[in-house]
Structures are given as structure tokens and as C-alpha cells.
């Protein structure tokens, strides 16, 4: 077809047509990959819900054809000389690249019947491998995601690269267990079923023009500003503009965060404290309403939110004090999440590894009330916190994961239950909580090891043990000095090198001796250049120098307990069975996996 340079072209695409065997380049002024973990989990979230609600295990792969779509909205490319590039989608197109890898590897770790989607991340011609989006500083961590389904960033990475991987990370973290028994149905689903509108551009200038028509023109209110609309409607002209303002200036502040933190914020003050009803089986209820279309279910709950149609004081009051009171309880959960302070470092580690912000925002905000003092707020706000960090925690050791759509239900029936609840009773709900967790016990530990997907969890778990133990023993070692140094950076360190020749002794097969190899018990954190120096000795060569490090590190050596009082005081005080190694066996595995336990125990307690 012969390219008209003033002509501008609209057509649906499914994702397979969109990206099989097809290129695109990405213009320089939006180069940048910058999705955060809120997008990727949405975007994850979003896909498989609308999928789970479709399917059925009865259904062939034929059925799919039946389903409903589900729309991810337009792009935009200038195409010139047969060579399309990006102008506007590059987020979404790279995202949904790193999620078909994703699906692309969890077909080869379930080992099942294979569908070939392959051909939307990468084509191969005389040898030579190019990815859709052709960035060249992407390659290599596009290639060792497909191939390995992990990729350290190296100094010289951009930004873009390092964002990628954590992207990926958390498409793992995210993706809910059940799909997997129904993954061809569902990738089926996604290639077919998923569409974009492809809007094709014949010159840059039209390019531009397009792309700021849909950005700048016309834009359709948000559900904030529909909500703050129906709610000023109530108001008196003189109190109108005075509430107008407060809001106003509200929203810019959230808008200091991201562009939609507003709308999250609304979602999650009106799910902490005024949804009651919760989908179980296909009915959409005040959850799930209040998740999509905040603004019309507020005007449908009237007396849900108390609220009446002819009485201007109950609007007042919603605006003007539960609004300003939740937002100020909110600001506070995002000032916690980036700073570790004493009064709420709870907030700040499950911002590293909690659950979706949709369900931990309103947990966090339930249990408050009007009457609470800043005091009392932090206070309540971080023994949720704290469980929801003990919850995931042992879930990650059985190896579940703790993806929104597993857990919602459990969430937010708890978000009701701990609703407007004194300190006293939230510890109390939710220490029994923990105890009840009868098919996540802390025996998970026993045989707890890292893999490929869990490595981030790994070093978080190690990052709290390793900064427990130094503060418990007044060394001072924060879990930042760990997890995210300024300085130095740690990584996780095989006590054991990896030598199946000096441990035949012991595993007949080299399979047993990696899996206990990378048991939790034989691992620890080491600054990065102590790491590499240390990698390949022999364990009596390492354990003269494992005294210079960490206290968890030098707990393996007799010299760690000599004169030494502020460590063998706190093992003694905190009961805890700390001894030192000589040598390294399966037993001393074992045993160290034992003192991690109890440890664990130990930190992630509610009250």
C-alpha cells in the first residue's frame, strides 16, 4: 500500500497482530520505560480478572473464541519507508512484552503443552534475534529475561533496563496461581482477544498532532472530579467556593505523586470505611463498584456514606472533615512508605514486600476514626502494616504468593472486621489472624529456598533477619543499610560455593545439593565486592574473614561470641539457638534454617 504523508489511518488489532513479527522503533523525546509497581500490577490484575471471568473449566481452547474483549485503548506510530515508530503507547506496548515473556517462561516451568508466542516478542533472521520494540540499550535484558527469566543490572544500564527488570519481578509477584492450570486458554485470551485501536501516521507532524489532540483536547472528567461536582452541587454558592478550593489544592498535593493518585486515594478512603459487600461469585458489588466507578456508586450508597439528599451538613461534613482526616491519614501512609521511621517502619517494609496498594491502603486506613490523634493513627496504621508484612511473609516461605486476586476476599472482609476498631482490638484481630494461618505455618521454613522468581523476597527476608539481629544487639545496622544501602551494596551469599565435588560425601545427586545449596539456611548477605572475593572458597578459607561482617554472618564463627557482650546478652535474652560452625555440612543447613525460624518468629508477631 502506497503511503499518502498527509493521510491518518485507525484500525483494531488484536496483540498478536499488533506484535507478531512486527518492529518498532521508540522516538527519543519518550524513550524512557517509567511504569511503577501500581501499573504493572493493575495492568496484571486487570487482564486476568477479566479473564477468569469468561472462562470456565469446562471450556476448550475453541471457546475463547466466545469471550469478551477487553480494550487497552490506542497507539500511535508514524510509519515512513515500511518503519513504524512509537509515538505514543510505549509503556503499554513494552509492559505487555515483558508479560508475554513472563507467559512464555511459566509455559517451560510448568512444563506443559506449549503455545507459541514467541513470535510477539522476537523475531530471528539469518541468526540474528530482534525484539518488537527495538531499543538497543534493551537487548540484552530482553534476551536473558527470555532465556533465564532473570537479569542483574550492571552499572552502565540505563534506567529503562533497570525498571524492566523490577517490572518483571513484579508481573511474577502479581500473577495469580490459579490461571496456571487454565495458561493456554488464557494466553489464547490475551493474544486473541486483548485489543488496541492502532492509529498509523504517514508523517511526524501528523504524528505530533495526534498525539497531542488525545492528551490536551477534550479530555473527559475523572471520577474525582465527577464525584467533587455531584458533592459541591450541595453546597451553598459562599461555602461552594471555599470547599472548591481545600479540594483543589488537596488534589494538586496527591497529584505531587502521580497523575491518578487521586482516584486512589477516593478508592481506598471509601473501601476502608464505607464499602460492606464483596463479589464472591460474578455480581459486582461495593468493592469492586467503588474500584471502577467510585463517583456513580458514591450517589448510589447515600446512606452509606452518611450522606442525606436534603441536608447540606452531612456533605459538609464529608468534605470537609472525613475527606481532610483521611487524606491527611493517607499522605501520612505515603510519607511512611518513603522513609524508615521509628513510629512507622511497619509501612515503609511492606512497601518492599506487601500486597497491592488496592488492598493495603484500605486496610491501613479502616481501623481509623475521627477522634484518633496523629499518635494513635501511626500507631494503628503500623500494626496492620505489621501484619500484612508477617501474612505475606508466611505465605512466601510456603511458596504462595500473596497476588491481589488470591487474597482479596480475605482482605477485605478483614478491612470490615478491623473497621473503626481501638489499638487494643486490632492487635488482638490480628495476632488471631496470624495464629489461624493453619496452611502457612512457620514449619514452611524447614525446607525454604531460593529459586529464579524469589531472589527479591530472599534478600528482603535476610535484609530484616540481618538488621534484627544488629539492633537487637545495639550494632545499629538499619534494614536500609541492607536491603538499600547508599552506600556499598549487599548481596546474597552462598555459604557453600558452588562445588558439587566437595560434597559428594553427602548428595549422591547434584540436584539435592543445589537444592539445599540454596536453602535459606546457607545464605546471608555480604557487601558486593566481599561477595565475589569470598564466592569460591572453601567454607574453612571464608570463615576467618565471615568475622569482619554482619552479625549474622559472624554468628557462624567461634570469635563472634568472645568477648562480645551485647551479642551473647541478646542471644540469651531473645532465646534464640545461635551457635557457631566449624564446619559447614547438611546439618549445619538445617540447623541455621532452625535459627531462622526462630527468628522469624520473632519479627513478624503482631502484638
Excluded at 158 to 183: G, H, Q, W
Excluded at 229 to 257: C, P, V
Aim: charged fraction near 30%; include cysteine.
Amino acid at each position: 500500500m502506497e503511503e499518502i504523508s498527509n493521510e491518518i489511518t485507525a484500525q483494531v488489532k488484536t496483540i498478536q497482530a499488533v506484535l507478531k513479527e512486527q518492529k518498532y522503533t521508540v522516538d527519543y523525546f519518550q524513550r524512557e520505560y517509567s511504569w511503577g509497581q501500581d501499573h504493572i500490577e493493575q495492568l496484571v490484575t486487570d487482564l486476568t480478572t477479566a479473564f477468569l471471568n469468561e472462562y470456565s473449566a469446562k471450556d476448550s481452547r475453541a471457546d475463547v473464541a466466545k469471550y469478551n474483549t477487553y480494550y487497552m485503548g490506542p497507539f500511535i506510530v508514524s510509519k515512513k519507508d515500511g518503519k513504524k515508530s512509537i509515538i505514543d503507547g510505549q509503556q503499554r506496548l513494552t509492559s505487555l512484552t515483558l508479560f508475554l515473556i513472563y507467559l512464555n517462561n511459566l509455559q517451560r516451568e510448568l512444563d506443559t503443552k506449549k503455545s507459541n508466542i514467541k513470535t510477539m516478542i522476537f523475531s530471528e533472521k539469518y541468526g540474528e534475534r530482534s525484539f518488537n520494540i527495538q531499543v538497543t540499550e534493551r537487548k540484552k535484558c530482553l534476551q536473558n529475561l527470555l532465556e533465564n527469566g532473570e537479569y542483574s543490572p550492571t552499572d552502565g544500564d540505563d534506567e529503562s533496563t533497570k525498571n524492566m527488570v523490577r517490572r518483571y519481578a513484579d508481573i511474577d509477584e502479581s500473577f495469580p496461581e490459579k490461571i496456571k492450570s487454565s495458561l493456554l486458554h488464557f494466553i489464547d485470551w490475551v493474544t486473541e482477544k486483548v485489543i488496541f485501536v492502532e492509529i498509523v501516521t504517514y508523517s511526524d507532524e501528523n504524528a505530533y498532532t495526534v498525539f497531542e489532540t488525545m492528551n490536551d483536547r477534550g479530555l473527559k472528567l475523572t471520577p474525582t472530579e465527577m464525584l467533587k461536582g455531584f458533592l459541591l452541587s450541595k453546597f451553598s454558592k459562599d461555602k461552594r467556593e471555599e470547599t472548591n478550593k481545600m479540594w483543589k489544592k488537596s488534589i494538586q498535593t496527591l497529584h505531587a505523586y502521580d497523575k491518578n493518585e487521586d482516584n486512589k486515594f477516593i478508592q481506598s478512603w471509601l473501601r476502608a470505611k464505607y464499602a460492606l459487600t464483596i463479589r464472591q461469585g460474578t455480581q459486582n458489588e461495593d468493592f469492586e463498584k467503588i474500584g471502577t466507578r467510585f463517583h456513580n456508586w458514591v450517589k448510589e450508597n447515600y446512606e452509606k456514606v452518611g450522606l442525606k439528599e436534603n441536608d447540606s451538613q452531612t456533605f459538609n461534613k464529608f468534605i470537609n472533615q472525613d475527606f481532610k482526616f483521611y487524606l491527611k491519614a493517607y499522605l501520612m501512609i505515603k510519607d511512611a512508605s518513603k522513609t524508615l521511621q521509628a513510629a512507622t517502619e511497619n509501612i515503609y517494609y511492606i512497601n518492599d514486600r506487601g500486597i497491592a496498594p488496592s488492598l493495603r491502603y484500605p486496610l491501613l486506613l479502616a481501623p481509623l476514626n475521627l477522634e484518633d490523634s496523629d499518635e494513635t493513627i501511626k500507631a494503628k496504621m503500623n500494626v496492620v502494616a505489621k501484619y500484612i508484612e508477617a501474612f505475606v511473609v508466611k505465605r512466601s516461605v510456603n511458596y504462595k504468593k500473596s497476588e491481589s486476586s488470591s487474597i482479596v476476599y480475605i482482605m477485605y472482609t478483614l478491612v470490615k472486621e478491623i473497621r473503626g476498631k481501638s489499638l487494643s482490638d486490632i492487635k488482638s484481630i490480628l495476632a488471631s489472624k496470624l495464629e489461624s494461618m493453619k496452611n502457612e505455618t512457620w514449619d514452611g521454613m524447614n525446607k525454604f529456598r531460593m529459586h529464579g522468581q524469589n531472589k527479591k523476597f530472599v534478600k528482603f527476608l535476610l535484609s530484616r533477619i540481618s538488621s534484627y539481629i544488629d539492633i537487637c544487639a545495639g550494632a545499629g545496622n538499619d534494614y536500609d543499610s541492607y536491603f538499600r544501602p547508599n552506600g556499598k551494596q549487599f548481596e546474597i551469599e552462598h555459604i557453600w560455593a558452588n562445588k558439587y565435588a566437595r560434597h559428594q560425601d553427602e548428595f549422591e545427586e547434584k540436584d539435592e545439593f543445589e537444592e539445599f545449596r540454596n536453602r535459606i539456611g546457607d545464605l546471608v548477605l555480604l557487601p558486593s565486592g566481599t561477595n565475589q572475593s569470598y564466592g569460591d572458597k572453601p567454607y574453612k578459607d571464608k570463615l576467618k574473614h565471615y568475622v569482619k561482617e554482619n552479625l549474622l554472618v559472624g554468628s557462624l564463627t567461634p570469635l563472634a561470641y568472645e568477648n562480645n557482650p551485647n551479642f551473647t546478652t541478646m542471644i540469651k535474652d531473645k532465646k534464640l539457638p545461635f551457635k557457631a560452625h566449624e564446619e559447614f555440612k547438611k546439618t549445619d543447613i538445617e540447623y541455621r534454617q532452625n535459627l531462622y525460624q526462630s527468628i522469624c518468629k520473632q519479627i513478624f508477631i503482631v502484638k
